[in-house]
């Protein structure tokens, strides 16, 4: 037929053409996202010639109508890749109709949402939304899934808040302002100038638990153009740095999208784009909770995440975030429902109204007025707690001691939640609350600038100790001090073991011996002050822990919730085992960094 003679010809010109040395213009990967921002480093690549230098051809598409519409046109073949809402592309993913499959991860940030309510309303916090209506787009929309998301973090019942379907932010800052709907939520930066000009009143913020966005494609598209497409992730990678090591950026985002640049510089600071093949599992399990929540997935149905990506481009991680003490927010959730319960959930706080709820290391208060006078801490001092969780020692160093605290936490729902108890404690001056991988950070701090850098727990979840440690040494003025309770080996760990440490405890690094532990800090300058091994005693503290946490169930169950309660005691029990075990101990090390000898 013509139609085969033209296809004949189509493939013989080609390859007479190609034969010849004549260039062929292959088909384009075609990649959508929407016009904004987070999506510069794409036309970064295009503009910097990574496209060509990676040997691929890719035309990128900005999409005007957001996720669901880029998923109806990547199932209809109209994109070959697209970049969008994680909670979007899970729900679709998960619901078991879709052959899209996950890619990787390009912002690696949460998406932070503003929460903002009516000028006239009585709404002064973010804990008077308890029960409260809220404006949203559509129903099943991301105004209405972070709705839920507040309501399970702060511990209040998601089935008592209320929704009305308003439509974009004109109609939702409307709603708010006649009073027919309580709040909103909508990304901060679009939200902003209604607060600048004072259409609507920011009461708060809350932040996705999980990546902004992540990378799509249908399992065929990836059967057929796995090479371009890996390709074309290398590229984007490659943008990603320049992007983030060009100090001009901020003014060259906020030109291009036309954004004040002092709005574009804060989202700058606080953005994370990685175009990188890796997902975290604890990030898919928060939006399938979330959408169970809301009702867009069926509620306790178990879901294999590992599924929802294709292995062949992404790969599933577990971190921090993934094991049991923080996979739910639990400390977060207890927290609030402690506070509710005891009728301190708004207000202004005590630090020591928070004492029995926000000290979640080994024993507590007593621990750190142990630091307090063996490490020489006053209020001329200037410390750094690496791993700073819900604040509660940092609030407590600086309430005592008059001292600077800088609280440094990587999971962003602990350190919110931190800034926001600090503030209630009126303690802002003294504590100062920062979100985001510490090495990272420590790029961004002046050297020889602080008296003490203190962690309990916290260096066992990092990979590479001997960076940590040179970091620590940079930063730390001479004599100052570094401070670690960590955990250490005693013995040669099960593979049992090591993958319960790994999974359940977040530890991806141990020492394989006090002595090799201290050799890694002298290897980077420190000076031993003291080093004692405490594996007795927290073998001790463990097992008291778990008894005294499974008597107090009838009257801790019922405040916190059975499911916090269960999954905060397996954790404990998991802990005790291991320490039971013999192989697995607990070291407190002091060491200075001493004044150079010319």
Partial sequence: SDLILLVLYFYINIYIRRMTGEEVKETPLVVGGVPEHFNFPWKLAEREGLFKKHHVEVDFQEQKLGTGAMVAAAKSGELDVIIALTEGLVADIASGKSDLQLLGTYVGSPLCWAISTGNTSNIECVEDLRGKSFGVSRMGSGSQLMAYVLAIQRGWDPTAISFEVKGDIHQLCAGVDDNTTDAFLWETFTTKPYHDEGVVRRIGEITTPWPCFMLAARKEVV???????KACLAAVHEATLIFHSTPAMPTIVAKEYGLKEEDATTWYKGVSIVASPNISESALLKAVDALQVCGLLPQNEPFDVSSFIDKRIGTLTHDIASMKLYDKSELVVAIHKQLNHNHKSKGPLQYSDLLPYDQHHYNGTRAIDDLIERARIDNSSRIINIGSGLGGPARYLAAQKGCIVLASELQDDLSRTATELTERCGLSKLVHHVTGDFQLLAGHLR????THIVSWLTVLHFADREKLFRDCFDLLAHGGIFFAADFVQIGTLTAAERKVL???????????????YTEELTKVGFAIASVEDVTAQ?????????????AQRSSLSPIIGDDVYERLLRFYTTVQRLFEGGNLGGIKVYAEKKEMIA
Avoid: H, N, P
């Avoid at 050297?447 to 602080?450: G, L």
């Avoid at 927290?538 to 499974?550: L, S």
């Fill in 223 to 229: 059967d057929q153009r796995l090479d371009e497409i």
């Fill in 447 to 450: 050297k020889d600038e602080y």
């Fill in 502 to 516: 790994e999974e359940e405890v977040g530890c991806v690094s141990l020492a394989e011996s006090i002595d090799s």
């Fill in 538 to 550: 927290w073998m001790t503290y463990t097992k008291d822990r778990v008894e005294t946490f499974t």
